[in-house]
């Protein structure tokens, strides 16, 4: 591209804009009057800026040959970055939709234990097992059913253990 001339801007409906081949110096840039007419949906403004992106890439692609390949990688990479944000919507969207079924599924499930009698929610009082007696009592160690055990050195260790072996 020649770096001494000029973009042109001319302003036109996105109607006009679709139909017209883009010569390599002139950049369109649709009027959308909002007094007059509801604003474009988003689908129709991402599919008309798909549409003239391609339309820049052909053109100047024309032969095989790139007059300008940054200008072609950024057209390129807003593409590739529209079509991620899609695919990451859609993602979102059936996130979305499984978060809230499963909310429904919690919720009904509190309704029918709240309408019953004996909520399956509350704990019911039950006693603790019991070891048979033809078994005997477990024989615990010092400290073995502590919940929090102090800690301990080596030396303090050796001296207990050198203890209890005399």
């Known amino acids: 591209m020649n770096n001494d001339t000029e973009n042109t801007e ?6 006009d804009a679709m139909a017209i081949e883009l010569p390599p110096l002139i950049k369109v840039v649709p009027v959308v009057d909002t007094v007059e007419h509801e604003l474009p949906s988003e689908n129709s403004v991402l599919a008309y800026t798909h549409h003239v992106r391609k339309k820049l890439i052909a053109q100047m692609m024309k032969d095989g040959v790139c007059e300008d390949p940054k200008v072609v990688l950024q057209a390129l990479d807003g593409m590739d970055r529209q079509a991620l944000t899609r695919a990451r919507l859609q993602v979102d969207k059936e996130t979305a939709q499984g978060v809230g079924q499963a909310n429904q599924a919690v919720l009904a499930g509190l309704i029918r234990a709240l309408k019953s009698e004996a909520p399956p929610l509350l704990a019911t009082a039950r006693t603790a097992p019991q070891l048979p007696s033809h078994i005997l009592p477990p024989s615990l160690v010092e400290g073995e059913t502590d919940t929090s055990p102090a800690q301990d050195t080596y030396t303090g260790f050796s001296a207990r253990h050198a ?4």
């Open 10 to 15: 001319i302003e036109m409906s996105e109607e």
């Open 163 to 166: 203890r209890s072996n005399s």
